[in-house]
């Protein structure tokens, strides 16, 4: 099984973004808090965007 780094790596695409919709549901779907997959996104390099409610 991969990690959730990975997969959050592979989700990200080459520009290694996200979006504030896509990440709440990463979260919610894999178990993680909002805070820790910002803290994760962060170390990654890994950019949020499009924030809906100042979560990241």
Partial sequence: MQSIAQRLLEISGDDQRLSCTDARAFAADNGVGLADL???????GIKIYACELGCF
Avoid: K, T
């Fill in 38 to 44: 910002g803290a994760m996104c962060d170390e990654l």
